[in-house]
C-alpha cells in the first residue's frame, strides 16, 4: 500500500503515523508538506518527496524511521526538513554528520554540501545563508553565513595531512562526517521557542533528500574515519559499534575547548573522548549503557601533532544513542568497509536523560534518572529496551593532573564479560599517540584510556606514563560507580615496593623525560606488613564537618605536624598550613569553597602522612 499526500493537503502528525502491519510507502504530491511535532514517523519502505515544493518537517525531536534493508531507496526532489544546534562559535570546530543529501530525483542517496545548511525563519520556512569567500575565516550569526574554509572531511587517514577540503561542494557522500566551525554573534530570531542563536549554539535547518537503508562507511587498518549518524533519527550507536569487526568497535569524539579562540592551530586545544560499549552481554542482550572517558586538551602544532601544552579537559557526556547530526571517528582494524543500517535506528529524543546527547555538559554521575530501566523505545532492531538497566556500567575512574595543567582520565569498567586482553568494542586505545604527556593503561604494549576487564582482587594492571621533559604526575581515583568490592586501591611502585593509596589520598611523582611502561602498577592488595599510612589511620581523625561549614583534625597522639595541605579532586592545591605544632584539634574553614571532593594531606616531623576525601557542601 502506498501512502499518498494529495495536493494541497497537511498531513498533522501526532503519533504512530503507519502501524508497521501496514506494507506502506509515502509518497508527497508536489505542494504538499508533511508535519510532524514531537512523535516518530514510521515508513516501511520507501519515501518520495516528488517536486521541489513537496517538504517534509521534523520538529520538536520528532524523528523518520524507515524500514528498508536496500541501500536507500528515497527519491524525489522535494526536502525533508530538521533542526539540529551546534555548540561552538566561529573559532570551535563540531563534527557533523548531515541526515539529508543533495535533491536529486533518482531513489538512493546522494552527496551533501553545506548550501543545504539554511537559516530557519519559521516552523516550515528557511533562507539560504549568505555566502563567504574561501579565504573569510569567520561564519556569523546575523546575517548567517558558514565560513567554508572550516569544511572538510576524513575519509581514511592516520595523518593530519590527509583532511580533504570540501569547502562549498557537494562532495560529502551519505554516511561521511564533516568538519564545521560555528558562527560568532548571535540570532534573536525565536522560532517554537527556541532562538536560533543565543551565543557560541547556531541552529541549523539541514534540508534535503533524506539518508536511508544501508550506508558503507570505508575504513582502513590502523586509520581514522570521521562518520557519524546518517540518518533524520537516532540510532544506538551500541549497537553499530558491536557490528562494526573491521574497527576496534570504539567511537571517538572531537572536544574542543571553548575558551580557545583562535584560527592558527598552534592555539588550538582540544583531544579526544572515547566512547566503549563494553561489549555485548554473554546472554545476547544490549544490557549496559556503555562508558565514556572525556577527551584531555592539547595543543597542537603546525603538523596537527599534540604537543605539552594542555588546557582543561572535557566532559563526561552520554553517548549510547546518537543524535541526529552527531559526527565521530572510528579507527580501522582491517580494509575494508563497515556498514550503518535501518536496523540501527531508533526514535530516541535528545536529552541528557534519555542517554542522547550532541554535547551538552552533564555527567553521568550526576544525573539522577528516574527508572532503572530504559523504557520501551521504538526501532527496528526487536531489542527489548525495558530490559536494559540505566545504571553506570561498574567502574572505577582515575584521574591523573598531568604538570598541573591537564587531566587525563581513564576508567576502568569491571565487567564480566570481558578478559584481561584487549577486546573488540571493550578496550579503547588512547587516540592519537605523539603527546608530549600522557598516562594511560599500558596493554599489549600499546596506550589504553577505558580498560575492561573482569574484577579479581589478585589483578596488577600496568599504568603508563610518557613526557618528553620532566614532568609531575598526580594519581587519584576520581569515582567509584556501582562497585563495592574493591576496599583498597593502591599505585605499586615495583622499584621501591611501595603501594600508594589512591582510593583515599593521591599519588605525587616526578618522572625524568621518557616512556615508562613497567614501574607501576593498579593493584587491589597491598603485599606489605603495616605500613606508615596504617599508621597514620589511627593517629589522626580527620572530618568535614558541612553544618559548621569546618575542616577538623584531631590529632589524640599530639603528634607534631608539618604540613596541612588541602587539595581539590585531581590534585591542584587550595591551601596549605605549616609548622601547626602539636595541638589535639585543629579547624580549618570551608565556607568559601565550591561543593565537591578534596583531598586532605598531613604530615609530621617524623614523616608519619595521612591522606584523607572529603565532601564539602555549603
Given amino acids: 500500500m502506498t501512502s499518498k499526500i494529495l495536493k494541497k493537503t497537511l498531513l498533522i502528525v501526532t503519533g504512530f503515523l503507519i502501524q508497521s502491519n501496514i506494507n506502506a510507502q509515502m509518497y508527497v504530491s508536489p505542494n504538499s508538506y508533511v508535519f510532524a511535532s514531537n512523535e516518530v514517523v514510521f515508513i516501511k519502505q520507501q519515501l518520495e518527496l516528488n517536486a521541489a515544493n513537496s517538504d517534509f518537517y521534523l520538529r520538536e525531536n520528532a524523528q523518520l524511521l524507515q524500514g528498508s534493508t536496500s541501500s536507500g531507496v528515497n527519491s524525489g526532489l522535494g526536502n525533508?526538513?530538521?533542526?539540529?544546534?551546534?555548540?561552538?562559535?566561529?573559532?570551535?570546530?563540531?563534527?557533523?554528520?548531515?541526515?539529508?543529501?543533495?535533491?536529486?530525483?533518482?531513489?538512493?542517496?546522494?552527496?551533501?554540501?553545506?548550501?543545504?545548511?539554511?537559516?530557519?525563519?519559521?516552523?516550515?520556512?528557511?533562507?539560504?545563508?549568505?555566502?563567504?569567500?574561501?579565504?573569510?575565516?569567520?561564519?556569523?550569526?546575523?546575517?548567517?553565513?558558514?565560513?567554508?574554509?572550516?569544511?572538510?572531511?576524513?575519509?581514511?587517514?592516520?595523518?593530519?595531512?590527509?583532511?580533504?577540503?570540501?569547502?562549498?561542494?557537494?562532495?560529502?557522500?551519505?554516511?561521511?562526517?564533516?568538519?564545521?566551525?560555528?558562527?560568532?554573534?548571535?540570532?534573536?530570531?525565536?522560532?517554537?521557542?527556541?532562538?536560533?542563536?543565543?551565543?557560541?549554539?547556531?541552529?541549523?535547518?539541514?534540508?534535503?533528500?533524506?539518508?536511508?537503508?544501508?550506508?558503507?562507511?570505508?575504513?582502513?587498518?590502523?586509520?581514522?574515519?570521521?562518520?557519524?549518524?546518517?540518518?533524520?533519527?537516532?540510532?544506538?550507536?551500541?549497537?553499530?559499534?558491536?557490528?562494526?569487526?573491521?574497527?576496534?568497535?570504539?567511537?571517538?569524539?572531537?572536544?574542543?575547548?571553548?575558551?580557545?579562540?583562535?584560527?592558527?592551530?598552534?592555539?588550538?586545544?582540544?583531544?579526544?573522548?572515547?566512547?566503549?560499549?563494553?561489549?555485548?552481554?554473554?546472554?545476547?542482550?544490549?544490557?549496559?549503557?556503555?562508558?565514556?572517558?572525556?577527551?584531555?586538551?592539547?595543543?597542537?602544532?603546525?603538523?596537527?601533532?599534540?604537543v605539552t601544552n594542555l588546557g582543561s579537559s572535557g566532559n563526561v557526556f552520554q553517548r549510547r544513542f546518537c543524535p541526529v547530526g552527531q559526527g565521530f571517528m572510528l579507527d580501522g582494524t582491517a580494509d575494508g568497509i563497515v556498514e550503518m543500517k535501518n536496523s540501527y535506528r531508533v526514535f530516541v529524543k535528545e536529552d541528557v536523560l534519555n542517554f542522547s546527547q550532541f554535547?551538552?555538559?552533564?555527567?553521568?554521575?550526576?544525573?539522577?534518572?528516574?527508572?532503572?530501566?530504559?523504557?520501551?523505545?521504538?526501532?527496528?532492531?526487536?531489542?527489548?529496551?525495558?530490559?536494559?538497566?540505566?545504571?553506570?556500567?561498574?567502574?572505577?575512574?582515575?584521574?591523573?593532573?598531568?604538570?598541573?595543567?591537564?587531566?587525563?582520565?581513564?576508567?576502568?569498567?569491571?565487567?564480566?564479560?570481558?578478559?584481561?586482553?584487549?577486546?573488540?568494542?571493550?578496550?579503547?586505545?588512547?587516540?592519537?599517540?605523539?603527546?608530549?604527556?600522557?598516562?594511560?593503561?599500558?596493554?599489549?604494549?600499546?596506550?589504553?584510556?577505558?580498560?575492561?576487564?573482569?574484577?579479581?582482587?589478585?589483578?596488577?594492571?600496568?599504568?603508563g606514563f610518557k613526557n618528553t621533559n620532566q614532568a609531575n604526575f598526580k594519581i587519584t581515583v576520581q569515582e567509584i560507580l556501582n562497585f563495592t568490592e574493591a576496599e583498597n586501591i593502591y599505585l605499586h611502585d615495583k622499584n621501591t615496593d611501595l603501594y600508594h593509596d589512591i582510593k583515599n589520598d593521591f599519588y605525587d611523582l616526578t618522572l625524568p623525560g621518557g616512556v615508562n611502561n613497567t614501574q607501576f602498577e593498579l593493584t587491589f592488595k597491598n603485599n606489605n606488613s603495616l605500613g606508615t599510612e596504617d599508621l597514620a589511620v589511627k593517629d589522626f581523625v580527620v572530618f568535614q564537618n558541612n553544618n559548621a561549614k569546618n575542616l577538623t583534625i584531631n590529632n589524640p597522639f599530639q603528634l607534631d605536624i608539618a604540613t596541612c595541605n588541602l587539595y581539590d579532586i585531581v590534585g591542584k592545591l587550595i591551601f596549605s598550613k605549616k609548622d601547626l605544632g602539636r595541638n589535639v584539634t585543629y579547624n580549618f574553614p570551608t565556607s568559601g569553597l565550591s561543593d565537591g571532593v578534596y583531598i586532605v594531606k598531613i604530615a609530621t616531623d617524623d614523616k608519619i602522612e595521612l591522606g584523607k576525601k572529603i565532601i564539602i557542601k555549603n
Avoid at 548571535?186 to 536511508?212: C, E, H, L, W
Avoid at 587531566?407 to 605523539?434: C, E, S, Y
Fill in 80 to 306: 525533508l526538513s530538521v533542526f539540529q544546534e551546534g555548540t561552538t562559535n566561529n573559532f570551535q570546530y563540531n563534527y557533523w554528520c548531515s541526515p539529508v543529501g543533495g535533491n536529486i530525483a533518482a531513489a538512493g542517496n546522494s552527496p551533501f554540501g553545506i548550501t543545504q545548511l539554511k537559516d530557519i525563519v519559521t516552523l516550515t520556512s528557511s533562507v539560504n545563508s549568505t555566502p563567504l569567500g574561501m579565504n573569510n575565516y569567520n561564519g556569523t550569526a546575523t546575517p548567517f553565513a558558514i565560513a567554508p574554509y572550516w569544511i572538510n572531511k576524513l575519509v581514511t587517514s592516520s595523518t593530519y595531512s590527509s583532511w580533504i577540503s570540501v569547502g562549498t561542494a557537494s562532495t560529502i557522500n551519505a554516511g561521511e562526517g564533516f568538519t564545521m566551525k560555528g558562527t560568532s554573534g548571535t540570532n534573536a530570531t525565536i522560532v517554537n521557542g527556541v532562538m536560533n542563536n543565543p551565543g557560541s549554539k547556531q541552529r541549523y535547518d539541514f534540508r534535503g533528500k533524506p539518508n536511508d537503508g544501508t550506508i558503507a562507511i570505508n575504513v582502513l587498518n590502523l586509520q581514522y574515519t570521521l562518520t557519524g549518524n546518517p540518518y533524520p533519527s537516532a540510532i544506538d550507536l551500541k549497537l553499530f559499534l558491536l557490528g562494526a569487526s573491521n574497527t576496534t568497535g570504539i567511537a571517538y569524539f572531537w572536544e574542543h575547548d571553548k575558551t580557545a579562540n583562535s584560527h592558527y592551530i598552534d592555539n588550538f586545544r582540544g583531544g579526544y573522548g572515547a566512547y566503549s560499549p563494553l561489549g555485548g552481554d554473554s546472554n545476547g542482550t544490549i544490557g549496559n549503557m556503555g562508558v565514556y572517558t572525556p577527551a584531555t586538551f592539547y595543543s597542537y602544532d603546525g603538523n596537527g601533532n599534540e
Fill in 359 to 463: 554535547e551538552r555538559s552533564s555527567s553521568p554521575s550526576k544525573t539522577k534518572n528516574i527508572n532503572e530501566f530504559l523504557p520501551a523505545i521504538q526501532s527496528l532492531s526487536g531489542y527489548d529496551y525495558t530490559m536494559v538497566n540505566t545504571k553506570p556500567a561498574p567502574q572505577i575512574r582515575l584521574n591523573a593532573l598531568l604538570n598541573d595543567q591537564g587531566i587525563r582520565q581513564l576508567v576502568l569498567a569491571l565487567v564480566p564479560d570481558a578478559t584481561d586482553g584487549v577486546d573488540h568494542a571493550m578496550d579503547a586505545m588512547l587516540a592519537g599517540d605523539n603527546a608530549g604527556i600522557d598516562t594511560y593503561f599500558s596493554l599489549n604494549e600499546s596506550e589504553y584510556v577505558i580498560d575492561a576487564r573482569p574484577f579479581n582482587i589478585d589483578t596488577k594492571i600496568p599504568l
